[in-house]
Nanobody, 127 residues
Framework: QVRLVESGGGLVQTGGSLRLSCADS????????MGWFRQAPGNERLFVAA????????YYADSVKGRFTISRDNAKNTVSLQMNSLKPEDTALYYC????????????????????WGQGTQVTVSS
């Protein structure tokens, strides 16, 4: 069973940084590819970043490439998203998600490929 809990969201000024974390209380965390998605009010849920189960592969949306870094610690059952140079358009509810096959099927950007989701953590970037 995978149970994901996000933390680390908050209010930050343009240009600032935040680090989001997602913890899994289950025992099979290292079997899952992990992803971060975000959803602004009235918009669809969008892919942000993903990391393979081993941590050896990462993938980013063009909008965050060079500013965000995804990482994971399988010993601690956590995945993190370091967000730098934040912009007002990064404002959204951020979700972490787990997938059994996202990277194997090269579908890491598709929300439908993720089997488990957290409740989300709000990130607000003021201008």
């Amino acid at each position: 069973q995978v149970r994901l809990v996000e933390s680390g969201g908050g209010l930050v000024q343009t240009g600032g940084s935040l680090r989001l974390s997602c913890a899994d209380s289950g025992r099979t965390f290292n079997n899952y590819d992990m992803g971060w998605f975000r959803q602004a009010p009235g918009n669809e849920r969008l892919f942000v970043a993903a990391i393979s189960s081993s941590g050896g592969s990462t993938y980013y949306a063009d909008s965050v490439k060079g500013r965000f870094t995804i990482s994971r610690d399988n010993a601690k059952n956590t995945v993190s998203l370091q967000m730098n140079s934040l912009k007002p358009e990064d404002t959204a509810l951020y979700y972490c998600a787990a997938s059994v096959a996202a990277f194997r099927t090269t579908s890491q950007t598709m929300a439908s490929m993720y089997n488990y989701w957290g409740q989300g953590t709000q990130v607000t970037v003021s201008s």
